[in-house]
């Protein structure tokens, strides 16, 4: 682009919809659709999102359970469900206070989680915020774990304790100390058995027996090379072994067995030649993986050397190399690797010896982005609000005078603007927030506080007012949206109860409550309004979604639920019908006014969607449509945005789902029999929101990757041949 933030571009694409009321229809900036899409767009693009997703310093994995929790550096908490195309189902936001440096489940639905604050927090999964808190009196908190039956936790402390406490339900109660050490414990595991804990600090690796609290074994650990000699050596990790032998990575660069009844080394495999910083070990004990601060993810395998010699060894099998930098977090499941660090990436490494065939689920995933939107847009006003964790930016978009031809990237005549930053007054991180149509109105919320402004514009002046004393009688929002004509606000509350703000009238009576006919204790995670101001759309972390009529203020039904999240929503203006996209691809269309599926929903179905597009491996995080044409639904994921249009055919696995470079070399006639629904633009990415404004052009929000690791510490410098 010409100005690093925005630049127009202009692309014809012809199509068989009429054009709208500004004569060309204006779409995608795609070189490889200009010849066989539907019309011609003037596009916005956005680069000026700062957007910076924050490092990766702990996973945690359930062996009973598909979910995985990944805990960032700014205090946040995500969940993704690895049985519902690994689509991230909830997020807890962060806190400036809170560094949490381990997390680990109890069961299949309580996560908890240590840090530098001293405190074990345990999470309400319904709610998504902290539960309770517990001190744990011991310092700051740098490791924890689990035994296997669950009945006890145990944490490493900066004061060289283990401190041991109880799982009870509902809560976690301290039981007693074990003997403490000289220096911080900085990593433990318990053996399967549950009798004994194992602890790596700085040169020493300490076992430890639960029921009498002593120290049954002292390790001293060898510093290794003359390069690290002068340096204490850093157990950054440790494994306990069903076989009662210990596992340890080390700030050496190195991964060693130990025999812990003899305190004897028992085998070292060099891994690198930098820190080893993570490690896990698989359930059945015969895989062990790795992360050191190379960015590099090293599997081991217990594998017969010979066939007739009983026993076996730990074999360097494979190396990843998926990340920039330091791999601050491995889980090992059955079936793949998982990792993430300072590069903020989750990677997603399936191993090929696992699965028997080849197919989508082998595919290698890597997670940057939330799979939820963080741009509102105001389509009458050209505005843009970005949600940022700590702080709202409102931005107005610049323009062009210029012309030119299909392609041209056009000069900007006028800069976008930046009108205003809202940052958070308390520790807590933004939630959620919304921007109405008009532009006046911004609303937000954390956990605990739900915040609503009054926006005036004056010229090349903005006043801005804040609406406290109404929004006090408001709970905590998880999910906010404004009606088309600006004159109500939405606002998702726990248990999927949603209240109905009348903007008009500020008071008490302008306040009606929506609630779903089920006892739904999730919460709300899509909004969707029509533009008649009629119906209301919510879908909740449970699959479910409930219609509200908004002129009478009841329920007016729930739709059928599907198996997999609900990743995208909107009500087509033109007809009232709901367009919902699920995190497994599918997509389904209801009409609110017949309560049931449409004919093109039913047909989609039957005939099912392209091959291509079901293995895409990042959900659908937006809808919308064309106001001039009432057949075109506009959808988009990180890499990708689609133009819908249904009166065309849809594709089959026969035909090309990419097929716009094709199409414009064939003539008129040929184009008409191979084009199908799907027109699909890859030019822009990543993608954070993609939306149609009512002058006709298109608003594309970009953030780059390379800007992103423009921002991250130099990574270990890597030997190059030749240089």
Known sequence: CVFPGEAGVRVRVRSRARPGPQGARRVCPCSSISAAAMGEFRVHRARFFQLLPSAVRGLAHHRAAPRLGLARADGSLELFNFASNFVQEKIIPGDRKRLIEAIGWIGQDRLVSVGLSGEIIEYDLQRLCPKYSLDAFGGPLWCMGCNCEETHLAVGCEDGSVKLFEIVPEKIQFERNLDRQKGRVLSLAWHKSGTMIVTGSLDTIRVLDVKSGHCKRHIRVDRGDITFRNRKCVIWAVGFLSDFSVVSADSAGKMQFWDWKTGTLLKTHPVAKCDVLSLSVNESEDSIAVGTAEGTVVQFQRVAVQSDVAGAQWVRTKTFKHHTHDVRAVVHTMSALVSGGVDAQLVIRPLMDQVETKSYETALRKILFPHRNLVCCSRTENLLLFHFPEQLELWRLGSSQAAGAPGDVLPVSK????????????????????????????????????????????????????????????????????????????????????????????????????????????????????????????????????????????????????????????????????????????????????????????????????????????????????????????????????????????????????????????????RKNQEHAFKICKKFKPLLHVELLFDGSLVVVERPVMDINAHLPAPVRQKKFAT
């Not at 927030?433 to 903005?462: E, F, H, M, V």
């Not at 972390?541 to 039904?557: A, D, R, W």
């Not at 005939?607 to 659908?620: A, F, M, S």
């Not at 470079?661 to 006639?669: D, Q, T, Y």
């Open 415 to 670: 800069k976008p603007d930046k009108l205003l930053e809202l940052k958070s007054k308390s520790c807590n991180h933004i939630r959620c927030c919304a921007l109405s149509p008009c532009g006046t109105w911004i609303a937000s919320s954390t956990i605990y506080k739900l915040r609503l402004y009054r926006i005036q514009y004056k010229n090349d002046s903005i006043n801005i007012n804040t609406i406290s004393r109404f929004t006090k009688t408001l709970p905590p929002a998880h999910r906010l949206l404004f009606s088309t004509d600006s004159t109500r606000l939405f606002v998702a509350s726990d248990h999927s109860q949603i209240q109905v703000v009348d903007l008009t009238m500020l008071g008490s009576k302008s306040i009606h409550s929506l609630a779903p006919k089920s006892d739904c204790l999730e919460p709300v995670c899509l909004l969707a309004v029509s533009a008649d101001g009629s119906w209301l759309a919510a879908a909740s972390c449970n699959c479910e979604i409930n219609v509200y009529n908004l002129t009478q203020l009841k329920h007016h039904c729930t739709i059928p639920v599907y198996n997999h999240l609900p990743t995208a929503m909107a009500i087509n203006p033109h007809s009232n019908n709901l367009v919902i996209v699920h995190a497994d691809q599918q997509m389904f269309e209801f009409s609110i006014i017949e309560k049931r599926y449409t004919e093109w929903s039913r047909k989609l179905q039957q005939q099912g969607l392209h091959t291509l597009w079901l293995e895409r491996d990042t959900p659908i995080i937006h809808v919308t449509f064309n106001p001039g044409v009432p057949t075109h639904i506009i959808l988009h994921d990180t890499y990708m945005f689609c133009i819908i249009d249904q009166s065309l055919p849809l594709p089959t696995d026969r035909s090309q789902l990419h097929n716009q470079s094709f199409l414009k070399h064939l003539p008129a006639n040929a």
